[in-house]
């Protein structure tokens, strides 16, 4: 590897062999349209990995709570989608909604708004990365108890597994990296695929099926708040979780043959193909429930696994369709560490982290390895705290979502205040008058959630059911608060 030349002038994109990635053809065919899709389909896999997130919603308004509160979620969210790719077609740049909102705000707040937007997607990424390393993880052992059931499962064998997923992770973005490109581009029709697949077992399989009042109507509530409607906004976290993450493609901009145009196809492309594709999931795994009870107590940790066991009755066909999601999650796992390293890359050639000279260096192939281990190193320590009660991983899934929401609502903010900087240019998401409106139903939302996430879901509140978000939140913010005062400071280049 070779020396990062921090001096250079701002906009200038650094690497370990000083090579300006905006020049140079070899950096800009790591990915394509489709690969980039493939990696951004396969962050969310929304058809598939809604079905993991089923325990959240059983007493939280029940079935009609799930069915509603996803497309309540996903409309919003895909408004949140559109307002970004504007920008995005626009102000292409590898550190995404920081670049964004540095342009947009005032000069005066252009710096401290860049550097704790850049905190905050920092902080997201790596939430969504630990979050998917578990479930790969209890997807696995779930699986493996499903053909084994004598097996005895502890804790210290799903953070084994959690460390293999890491080092997979890190495998195909370092040495496999060229074959994982190619695998990439197959992902959103093998997400799709599976997802058919699943849609069939279940529904040729499960005998009895709930009835459409137990789905659509009956609202069932165990969480001890009085207010239906809280309850229902408790309830959006599964819809939320499962279509987020809209930036992904953004921190490959230095890696896209055109990215003013790519970047944003794939943001809307997949928030819409991932919505939709969602929808019939949701409608059957609801239908295809069985054993509500089992699903608070499931198989390896995981509800779909113990969905498949109550509902298809046979062990093979559990197998295969456990073997799916194996698949998604493990490849998603992958995608996760591309897209976290990018961003620790794109900002430490802004040093904008402590660590920054060891991020930005690249590897003979111009990728970012330094940046690779340390997502997947970090991910693996963070990863301890998760092997506990299910309230760890809900705080780390409800981090992730209002870490996003804050990245986004700067430069949101920043465009509401100041949209001339768009006007001035043509573009290939051009939102019109339907731009501010759409903005300020982004903001509205997503302010919205922001405090909703913070509460707890059950009533009362005990040490099992505490939603320590607001903990989580709270170390993020001294973190970044060290790393301002003792090193970006000084260092950090808006």
């Given amino acids: 590897m070779g020396n990062v030349d921090l001096e250079a002038k701002p906009g200038v994109h650094l690497t370990g062999t000083t090579v300006d ?136 064998h799903v953070y084994l597994l959690y460390l293999a997923t890491a080092i997979f992770a890190i495998t195909l973005n370092v040495p496999l990296f060229k074959g994982f490109s190619f695998l990439l581009r197959t992902m959103a029709v ?70 003013r145009k790519q970047v944003p196809q794939v943001m809307i492309g997949t928030s819409i193909l991932g919505g939709l594709s969602g929808l019939p999931m949701v409608i059957v795994f609801l239908f295809c429930i069985t054993n509500e009870e089992n699903l608070f107590a499931p198989v390896g940790g995981q509800p779909i696994a113990q969905l498949f066991l109550d509902s298809i009755r046979s062990v093979p066909i559990t197998l295969a369709l456990m073997a799916v999601y194996v698949v998604v999650f493990f490849v998603g796992s992958a995608s996760l560490t591309t897209t976290c390293s990018r961003v620790l890359w794109s900002l430490a050639r802004e040093r904008h982290l402590i660590m920054s000279p060891w991020l930005a260096r690249t590897s003979s192939h111009e990728l970012p390895a330094n940046a690779i281990y340390f997502t997947a190193g970090v991910s693996s320590l963070v990863g301890l705290l998760c092997l506990g009660p299910t309230t760890a991983l809900n705080a780390i899934l409800g981090s992730a ?44 939302w997503m302010s919205l959630m922001s405090i909703v996430l913070l509460f707890p879901q059950y009533l009362p509140v005990a040490s099992a059911t505490m939603n320590y978000t607001s903990a989580v939140l709270g170390c993020v913010f001294i973190l970044f608060g060290l790393n301002w005062v003792f090193y970006a400071r000084k260092n950090y280049r808006s």
């Fill in 21 to 156: 990635l905006s020049t140079n053809d070899e950096a800009k065919t790591h990915f394509n349209l489709w690969s980039t899709l493939g990696m951004s389909y396969t962050v969310v896999g929304t058809p598939l990995t809604i079905g993991t997130y089923l325990a959240f919603g059983i007493g939280v308004g029940g079935s009609p709570v799930f069915f509603y509160g996803y497309i309540v979620a996903t409309l919003f969210q895909i408004i949140i989608c559109i307002s970004l790719a504007e920008m995005a077609a626009v102000f292409p740049h590898s550190s995404g909604q920081v670049h964004w909102s540095t342009v947009l705000a005032p000069p005066r707040m252009a710096r401290a708004l860049g550097y704790w937007t850049g905190a905050f997607t920092t902080a997201a990424w790596f939430f969504w990365t630990i979050g998917t390393y578990l479930f790969n993880s209890q997807l696995l052992w779930a699986t493996i108890i499903i053909a084994n059931p004598d097996f005895v499962q502890h804790s210290y």
């Fill in 401 to 444: 979502a209002i870490c996003f929401f804050i990245s986004y609502m700067i430069p949101i903010s920043c465009l509401l205040a100041n949209r001339q900087p768009l006007q001035k240019q043509r573009r290939y998401v051009n939102l019109g008058a339907a731009g501010p409106i759409l903005n300020w139903i982004s903001m509205a």
């Fill in 190 to 259: 093998f997400v799709n695929g599976g997802a058919v697949f699943v849609m069939a077992a279940l529904l040729a399989r499960t005998s009895e099926k709930r009835s459409a009042s137990t789905v659509f109507v009956d609202f069932v509530d165990i969480t001890g708040w009085d207010s239906k409607g809280f309850v229902f906004l408790l309830g959006l976290l599964p819809g939320i979780t499962a279509t987020n993450a809209f930036d992904s493609s953004t921190h490959l901009t230095d890696e896209l043959p055109d990215p």
